[in-house]
């Protein structure tokens, strides 16, 4: 893969932070296609080329880690525009694949062979520990912000955390059909979403074997925005950096926004072209041979929270949408702020936790900066 530098950021190097991370509203609109990456012996029209799965950032947001359809891992370097390096997982296939707090190691879960969620250290290739206990597909998972725990739900209808220092898991809830998983900033609340009851339970994660403190009624809130996709569909699960707020993705025409606090629905972020053709979480797994529409393959949500928490960034079929959750919203329909334009689909999308950068992918790798003449 072709290696470009990329200026993605200006750095304040007094302190390593990035100045223009708080001006995102000044910039939110330029954002262009920058860098593209498309896999060896792949052309532009090669249908058959892989598909990336998930998209995550180390802590530093320094690098990007891939996760794709033909059984392999990727790694990117983000300032330098650079593919870094491939890694295999043949035997056991690979998704949902995230960095721990330790830049070298990565945790993903299995495709075949068993559901173990594996540990893997990247330098060299070893793994590290298996995580066993689930007898169902891992559907989600989700490190914690400041710590070497983590979370997963499966279809086996549990979800389990742990401690990555121990293959055993540390402790479980036994729900029906929780599917999306996700820690807020502080790490002391998580929350599981769980479409079958069209419902999100927050659980205090030093207490979590008591009842959920709080339950949002998706199914409730939403049915006069987006009946459709108010128990099914569901894509993503995300707290905003702030805390305030939790992002519900969906394959429909929009994406729910709830107050993070009180539970109550902010505003249905309105998708007018439609959902990408990636299926939802769980679907890929459908009974009865009955395979979705487009490709047959999940992934880690086509949408996303900006670092500040103010902005929400979608793919689409064709085009990156984004919406300003300050803006106030006609009921509770809230239409894109803004439309950046790209003739890709979007499938995967995600955002860099520390510089003005996010990516999206379907089977092609998309890098996106701000335009600096814009």
Known sequence: MES??????RADRANGTSKSMSSLPDVMSSYRPTKLFR????????SSAPYVLSIDYDDE??????????????IY????????KSLVSKKYGVKLAKFTHTKSSIIYASTKQNNAIRYLATHDNSFIRYFEGHEATVTDMAVHPGSDNFISCAQDNTV?????????????????????AAYDPSGTVFAVGCPSSGSILLYDA????????????????????DAQYSMKGWTKLEFSNDGKSILLGTKGNGHFLFDAFEGSMKAYLHRPTG?????????????????????????????CFAPDGR????????????????????????????????????????????????ATANQELVFWVPDPHS
Not at 64 to 72: M, V, Y
Not at 160 to 180: E, F, N, V, Y
Not at 207 to 224: G, M, W
Not at 318 to 336: C, E, F, I, S, Y
Request: aromatic residues 8%.
């Open 4 to 9: 470009t530098p990329m200026d993605i950021d």
């Open 39 to 46: 896999r060896d012996n792949a052309s532009e029209n090669n």
């Open 61 to 74: 947001g320094e690098l990007l880690l891939t996760s794709a359809s033909d059984e392999t891992l990727q």
């Open 77 to 84: 370097n983000v300032r330098e525009g650079r593919h870094e």
């Open 160 to 180: 389990r955390l742990w401690d990555t220092q121990s293959k055993h898991w540390q402790g479980q809830l036994l729900l029906r059909a929780p599917t999306l």
């Open 206 to 225: 030093r207490n979590y074997d008591k009842a959920p403190f709080q339950t949002i009624d998706v199914l409730e809130q939403s049915r006069s925005v």
């Open 275 to 303: 959902g990408t053709r990636r299926a939802a979480v769980g679907e890929s797994q459908a009974t009865n041979g009955a395979v979705p529409p487009g490709p047959p393959f999940e992934s880690s949500g086509d949408c």
């Open 311 to 358: 902005f929400v960034v979608s793919g689409s079929r064709q085009d990156v949408l984004v919406w300003d959750t300050m803006k106030a919203a006609d009921g509770k329909l809230l239409d894109p702020s803004y439309t950046l334009p790209d003739k890709r689909e979007a499938a995967v999308v995600a955002f860099n936790p520390r510089y003005n950068f996010f």
